[in-house]
């Protein structure tokens, strides 16, 4: 099971539920949760975080309406592979690209910048 870093504010004027939904969809958005990765259990979840199994459970929820993720029964709640599996895995590459280059501390700019020149030599001009 993956684990990421989430902190529920109590005194906030966001919902529990909602800063739950946005602490996930950042958690993909950034690559710290990458397609595919196993989100924690509704109950262990909410026990870690202070809240009722209630509020973890209909975040889930919303987070799958909106394709972030998908249930899986018993085997439980993955972040989405997306239907095209081609798609899915360059998606990933992309995650973990961008993680290591944050890591090494290249800014967004240069990093598209280096990404950029990398497909340039690998593909015959035209082919995109």
């Known amino acids: 099971m993956t684990s990421f870093a989430i902190a529920i504010d109590p005194a906030s ?4 539920f909602r800063q739950l ?7 993909v958005a950034s690559g710290e949760l990458a397609p595919g990765s196993r989100l924690p259990t509704v109950r262990g979840l909410a026990a870690d975080l202070g809240l ?14 909106a394709g972030v993720v998908e249930g899986r029964g018993r085997a439980g709640t993955f972040v989405t592979l997306g239907d095209d599996p081609i798609q899915a895995r360059a998606r990933e590459l992309a995650h973990s690209t961008a993680r ?15 990404i950029g020149e990398a497909f340039d030599a690998l593909t015959p001009a035209g082919n995109e």
Do not use: F, I
């Open 13 to 16: 004027g966001t919902p529990p």
């Open 21 to 27: 939904h946005n602490a996930v969809v950042s958690a």
């Open 52 to 65: 009722a199994a209630n509020t973890v459970a209909s975040a889930y929820r919303a987070l799958e309406e």
């Open 100 to 114: 290591a280059l944050v890591e090494l501390g290249v800014g967004r700019e240069r990093a598209t910048a280096l």
